[in-house]
């Protein structure tokens, strides 16, 4: 088969037009991965998920376990498959990519079921790529088979800090250290952390030592000693650190150091404006540990979408819990990643702060915004004359984009605008059948809604598919 005939085959498979008999010959009479493209679809029909979950072939019964776009309950039929290599694959749970879409979860009681099940594997994937319910976690924890518990220790999303920290003594070390991992800490003897340290093969390794490190007795001094600025810019993110400490780290001659320091929860506003801190719109500031912890902290969260320092304030736009006033607060601030944060973290960020973020964003997750309900849709075709080809393509989420824009569009020098007008439904099926031949848009032409029928016969003939 020509790769053109297994790019159009795949494209066909996720077509939201292609009736129930096109992807039953798909599943049925190819092979490889493109039959797992029928359930990576928005819907999938239940009389494909019957075939899929009787099928003789394991790979097939696995593509049902992962797609994305079968329903929980369908993929949940699979959880008492014969096969443990199948069951793992429903454990996992189908990946999916982008914050804000996610895959439909499994019932709670299937869930309870896979945490018990008797291959360790099953157990040690549960949860690795949906949700789970929180007493569900608990029973992994609780399981005798050290690869369960690091696993979930590391597949937790959010879990409480009460939570993990018992793990810090587990017997296994593999254990111990992805609960030293969540929890953001360091452990070890003090000569341990000095000799950790000296064995570091990166300033950043360096620098997340010396910020997770346990600080007691005379560690943190000893620490402050070596001389490392990467050693002290940890320090000055350690929670840990005694307050002379970050009084000396105030004042220290690194810029890294001294910003590390105003960024520290316990300063007050007055004491952190002493600070000769500098931190740019381009500047990027990793999260330390206790901000993953406090995201659901409102006494904190607000102090911090409230503070002067833009630092503090990114932080705070980490939570997805922020009430009202504050999401509002934040998407007016003057720091453009402040903004952005909040758009890629709060489920309420304002659709015409989305569309803003997306347009001024050079980062290539922009786009992971687009499936937001709140993300305008009207109007967007006045973008058809941008110089963005990445403004260009919202045309097509438009409802009152015209045809003939869109098959205007369907002409443009970028080859991903014309793949989203071959996927819209107004383009014109002469056009798309031009596209369907067009080496850089055979695949999104192949998923376009306005794809006669006769084309649907042609891509399974040229497949070689009855």
Request: glycine share 8%.
């Amino acid at each position: 088969m020509k790769r053109a005939d297994l790019i159009r085959l795949d494209g066909l498979a996720r077509n939201p037009a292609a009736p129930e008999s096109v992807l039953l010959r798909i599943l049925t009479g190819a092979q490889g991965p493109v039959r797992g493209s029928v359930f990576e679809r928005d819907e999938v029909p239940a009389a494909v998920c019957d075939v899929a979950v009787s099928h003789p072939d394991r790979e097939v019964r696995g593509y049902l376990a992962v797609g994305a776009g079968a329903a929980g309950a369908q993929r949940a039929r699979l959880a008492a498959d014969p096969d443990p290599w199948v069951r793992r694959r429903v454990a996992a749970g189908p990946e999916v990519h982008g914050r804000w879409r996610q895959a439909d979860p499994l019932p709670d009681e299937v869930c309870a079921a896979l945490a018990r099940d008797e291959d360790r594997r099953v157990r040690a994937r549960l949860g690795m790529y949906v949700p789970v319910p929180d007493e569900v976690w608990a029973l992994l924890l609780a399981d005798p088979e050290a690869e369960v518990r690091e696993s979930a220790l590391y597949h937790w999303r959010g879990a409480p800090v009460a939570a993990v920290r018992p793990f810090l003594d587990d017997p296994d070390p593999a254990v111990r250290r992805a609960a030293a991992h969540v929890a953001g800490v360091v452990v070890g003897s003090p000569a341990e952390i000095l000799e950790q340290v000296a064995a570091a093969e990166s300033g950043r390794q360096r620098q997340q030592t010396a910020a997770g490190a346990v600080l007691g007795g005379e560690l943190a001094d000893r620490l402050y000693a070596t001389g490392d600025e990467d050693v002290r810019e940890g320090l000055a993110f350690n929670t840990g650190l005694p307050d002379r400490l970050v009084a000396v780290l105030a004042s220290d001659a690194s810029p890294a150091v001294r910003l590390a320091v105003s960024l520290r929860p316990e300063l007050t506003e007055a004491r952190r404006a002493a600070i000769d801190w500098s931190l740019g719109s381009e500047d990027r500031v990793h999260p330390p540990a206790w901000v993953g912890q406090s995201l659901t902290d409102p006494v904190l969260m607000r102090a911090c979408a409230e503070s002067a320092h833009p630092g503090m304030r990114r932080f705070a736009a980490y939570s997805p819990h922020l009430p009202g006033d504050l999401v509002a607060r934040l998407a007016a601030d003057e720091d453009f990643v402040v903004r952005m944060l909040l758009c890629e973290n709060h489920p309420a960020a304002p659709g015409d702060l989305l569309l803003e973020t997306l347009l001024a964003s050079p980062f290539i997750t922009r786009f992971d915004q687009l499936g937001r309900p709140q993300f305008p849709r009207a109007g967007l075709a006045r973008f058809a004359e941008s110089e963005d080809p990445g403004a260009r393509l919202l045309v097509a989420r438009d409802p009152d984009a015209p045809a003939e824009l869109i098959e205007r569009l369907s002409h443009d020098p970028s080859p991903g605008v014309r793949g989203v007008m071959a996927r819209d439904a107004r383009l014109p099926a002469g056009r798309l059948l031009e596209l369907l031949h067009e080496p850089e848009t055979v695949g999104a032409a192949a998923e376009g809604p306005a794809l006669p029928l006769t084309a649907m016969e042609s891509i399974l003939a040229a497949a070689g598919i009855p």
